[in-house]
């Protein structure tokens, strides 16, 4: 893969997931290299060539202006192209998914990251506020910052749920496509299952936070159950999917043919 393992850009909590997503490429294709390997060159390779090239240019252009985004794009005509090379048009259709897949490595510029961030923390303490409440407990919101009680949390990046999105969604990808929907409103359902998941599981997660500081104290909401907090939200938004993907499965049959078709 052209972007390297060293970059920095990785080592951010936002991005993190981009090892993941290249050792799953990897796999896919090492998994399928029988097939790679008896790939026949296609008649006209012209179009590979003219992308791996590309591909080659761009990743140039990302190393030497140092950006990021760029550098990550030059993943997808790379493999595409060399795929072309091997088999023709037939062998990169058939590792549609694995190509696809790669756009999860490309870094998101920072100026969205960071739009999307302030969006979704404002969105995020608004709800647990809302929760909070809902349960009883006194709690009051400016902006970001969240009063329960005699305690103040921020909201941070951190705590915004981008970090889960985007794990979420490289992990939700690719049960998708292990799990194999029949009916492509199967697929299409646990896909966009992916983001109201996530955004939810956050929610339910700073809200958690939130009690355990009344409760407990502010030691208690920063040491080792704010991170454990965020890793068993994560499990169980994991396990949410596979729950929507049983409930398809097991309940599918009911569905009128029109409905299932699509």
Not at 63 to 83: D, M, R
Not at 139 to 148: I, K, P, Y
Request: hydrophobic letters at 55%.
């Amino acid at each position: 893969m052209a972007l390297r393992f060293d970059d920095t850009v990785w080592r951010s909590s936002e991005q993190s997931h981009g090892p993941f997503v290249l050792a799953v490429v990897l796999y896919i294709f090492w998994s399928l290299r029988t097939e790679l390997l008896q790939a026949r060159t296609p008649r006209l390779a012209v179009p590979g060539w003219a992308m791996l090239i590309a591909g080659l240019l761009l990743y140039m252009l990302g190393v030497w202006t140092k950006v990021a985004v760029i550098e990550g794009a030059s993943n997808l005509p790379i493999v595409a192209g060399g795929l072309w090379i091997m088999g023709g048009p037939a062998l990169v259709r058939r590792m549609w998914f694995p190509l696809m897949y790669l756009l999860l490595a490309i870094p998101i510029p920072s100026y969205l990251l960071g739009s999307s961030t302030a969006v979704l923390k404002q969105f995020v303490s608004q709800a647990a506020e809302g929760l909070l409440y809902a349960l009883g407990y006194p709690v009051a919101r400016t902006g970001v910052v969240l009063t329960v009680g005699q305690y103040q949390l921020l909201v941070a990046d951190a705590c915004s749920g981008m970090n889960s999105i985007l794990s979420l969604t490289a992990v939700g990808l690719l049960f998708t496509f292990i799990a194999r929907p029949a009916q492509r409103w199967h697929a299409t359902l646990l896909v966009a299952a992916i983001l109201p998941i996530a955004v939810l599981a956050n929610i339910i997660r700073v809200t958690i936070l939130c009690l355990i500081t009344y409760h407990l104290g502010d030691e208690a909401g920063q040491g080792f159950l704010h991170e454990s907090a965020g890793i068993l939200m994560f499990v169980v938004a994991v396990f949410s999917l596979i729950f929507i993907d049983w409930l398809c499965r097991r309940y599918a049959p009911a569905l009128p043919k029109d409905l299932k078709n699509g």
